[in-house]
């Protein structure tokens, strides 16, 4: 028999009034009393359920949000409407993952403990708030349930998938409402079950992305979701199971490497009322189809809803996901071949290809901004000497691209996207606009989003302003400013910009907690995350000189766009070793420190 996994999310079975006798507002055909109406909804979902998946091997998922308030009464009648469903459609609760959403937690039981005691830990708030969850959970299933595990159960298919559901409203209390779980405890707990021969796959309640609001980084903290996005991407983890935004939508992150399906609501009266079943394919390959169902409301009093396939097309959605491919070479090999492949072509415009932890992509600026590249002739060769350790054979001149109005336009606006789609305005308290270009490349956003605002030089040509140049127009003693952003046009190893933070202004950025940097253009070596200018890892770089660096960590760091520039491979010997410098083989700039080296004899 073939096996199929059935994804439903945001039963939501709610209350009808409320303990003071009060009518309670609510968006669900499952309601917790003796109502026929509830229980011939879940009556006809399962029967039409049944009918897709006969003669099928059923693995149900439920992403969250079994209840609407997480009361006793609701998860009471939630386990009868379960009930009814794993029986009409024969599903084995050994082959059923159930995982809470926000609205399974009782924020009644939070309140009751703090106002007890305000200086309650996590653990103690876990435990009360999941309490009614906890008692359905062990009926339902017969399973214990751990409120303070990231983890809460795995599910294996076929002896080829593992499906691992995370607990997303680990974190949230009376102020913390959204998504956010510790990485650490995932890594840790993760290692646990990470089996040789499983393609894991991740099944939160929280979506990661949105489908239909105005922002893209879903109803997750910001900075805690960019980290585990990178996770899920280091462990080669390339598909999620979502609920919560009542959407049947599929979102993708980073060029596709990372595909979030949400099943949609199931039982809502007045959003995407949907669920979705994927055909579990396994060969060589693993892979998932993908088929959509939508409630169709008549509005007709004798039948007013009935169920439907719907058209993968029309929802804008894949047929068919690969989740793995025996013939895909590993990343370590891609990027092995990449490397063999670039060597000695110094002289040449090279693109970096990213396979791994990609942050940022948007094709709109992403490859528009490489093709005026090269449409501009931008990318120069040659001997380009900014100082002693800020050496390279290739350079992109930006001041071309800066030149027309409606390319200065576009830089601005790449920055806006970069901002909107990774970061969120509402996280930054301050931007900085380094360099001349990133001065002019920050206005349009320090604008748009009513922030304040400063310059400021790079610290390699910090000695050539005026001492009211280098300054920030601001004091941060009292920590007004805890998230900072820096915008400029390109962005190496970060040196200069550790430099800039630990040296040149290490008062103001001592009580800075968060420190964003965006720039156009990534040319390191690294496969770009948001980490690698961190100080952590550059010192893991082999032959990386630390000696003239900063130790600064917490800023993470998004480009948009990869282009590699070439260093000038050699040390402090270079004007005897490097022939370029030495023959003026090809075309030499000499910046700052080395002009003065000449003048200096």
Known sequence: MDNIILHISDLHVSLEKDFDGSDIKFDSFLVASDSDSSSLFIEKFSDFAKAELSNKIIYLLITGDITNRGEIKEFEFAEKYLEIL???????????????????????????????????????????????????????????????????????????IQLIGINSSYKIDLQQKLGLISIEKFEEEFRK?????????????????????????????????????????????????????????LEKYAQGEITISDSGPLTSKRHDTAFKIYDVIIDDNIALNNHIYGLVKTGSFDNPYHWEKRNNIHCKQDDKFQIYSKDNPKIDEQI?????????????????????????YNAKFTDVLYEKIKELKAFHSGHFHWSETSRAHNWIDISKLIESRDNLNFLKDAIVDVIESQIESENIDLIIGLGYEGNILATKAAIKYNKPYSFLP????????????????????????????????????????????????????????????????????????????NFSFIKSIPDYDLV???????????????????????????????LIYKDNLSCVNLFYDERKYLQNG
């Open 548 to 578: 003239t660096d900063e130790e600064v960590n917490d800023i993470e760091f998004y480009a948009v766009r990869s282009l590699k520039v070439d260093k000038c491979p050699y040390g402090k010997d270079f004007r005897e070793e490097c």
């Open 336 to 360: 092995t071949e990449l490397t063999s492949d670039t060597l000695g072509r110094s002289n040449s415009v090279v693109e970096i290809e990213v396979f791994e932890r990609k942050i940022y």
């Open 193 to 249: 079950i990470d089996k040789e021969g499983l393609k894991n796959i991740l099944c939160a309640h929280h979506n990661l992305l949105s489908a239909h609001e105005d922002k893209k980084s879903g109803q997750w903290e910001v900075s805690n979701r960019a980290r585990l996005l990178s996770k899920l991407v280091e462990k080669s983890i390339n598909f999620v199971f979502s609920g919560n935004e009542h959407t049947s939508s």
């Open 458 to 533: 790079y610290s390699y040509r910090h000695d050539e302003h005026h001492k009211f140049e280098t300054e920030l127009n601001f004091n941060n003693d009292s920590g007004e400013f805890k998230n900072v952003l820096i915008i400029t046009d390109v962005v190496n190893d970060g040196r200069t910009i550790r430099k800039l933070i630990n040296k040149r202004q290490n008062k103001f950025f001592s009580n800075v907690q968060k420190k964003y940097v965006i720039s156009l253009f990534y040319t390191g070596e690294s496969n770009i995350s948001q980490d690698i200018l």
């Open 86 to 160: 794993v029986s009409r459609l024969n599903v084995a609760k050994e082959r059923i993952l159930l995982i809470p959403g926000d609205h399974d937690l009782n924020r009644r039981e939070i309140q009751n403990l703090i106002s007890n005691n305000p200086d309650s830990l996590l653990e103690d708030i876990n435990d009360a708030k999941f309490s009614n969850f906890k008692k359905f959970y062990k009926n339902f299933l017969n399973k214990d349930f751990d409120p303070n595990l990231v983890i809460v159960d795995s599910l294996i298919i076929a002896g080829k």
